[in-house]
């Protein structure tokens, strides 16, 4: 599986516990920044990993800014995104499962790096479980389709 992680300011030392994570789990992950903690702006980053996660460079992503909502309102905004929001291991299980989300979002001033990294472990080991589950995403991929 490969990884595209991003943040912004608001996310930022967040981000770099999950690259760290992401490097102790020995998956294969690209940055695309921001690297260092000065403002920059959430829609830039987001739309950058929704991107390369819509053309397929990558499996996943995951987006960090001080909320996560901008960055997952930006990321939600890419044809092919299903990025969720999740602050506890339950929704990221869930999101996965039922949802089959391609990217996941937090917030840097929300959660912190112990239940961070649980989430991300989480998210990343579940498996979309398909079933009738499969037919609403469906829906969804024909209404961006029609609605473009």
Wanted: proline share 2%; with cysteine; aromatic share 8%.
């Amino acid at each position: 599986m490969k990884i595209a992680i991003a943040s912004d300011h608001g996310g930022f030392e967040l981000k770099q516990e999950i690259v760290a994570l992401l490097t102790e789990l020995k998956m294969d992950f690209e940055d695309f920044g921001p690297f260092e903690a000065k403002a920059v702006d959430y829609p830039d980053y987001g739309f950058k990993v929704a991107q390369e996660v819509a053309s397929k460079n990558f499996d996943r992503g995951i987006l960090i800014c001080g909320t996560g909502i901008g960055i997952s309102i930006a990321a939600n905004k890419v044809q092919g995104i299903r990025c969720a929001l999740v602050h506890d291991v339950f929704s990221a299980r869930a999101t996965r499962e039922h949802n089959d989300s391609n990217i996941l979002a937090m917030g840097g001033r929300i959660v912190g790096p112990g239940l961070a990294r649980m989430i991300v472990e989480t998210w990343l080991n579940t498996d979309f479980i398909g079933s009738h589950h499969a037919a609403r995403i469906e829906k969804i991929a024909q209404y961006e389709k029609n609605h473009a």
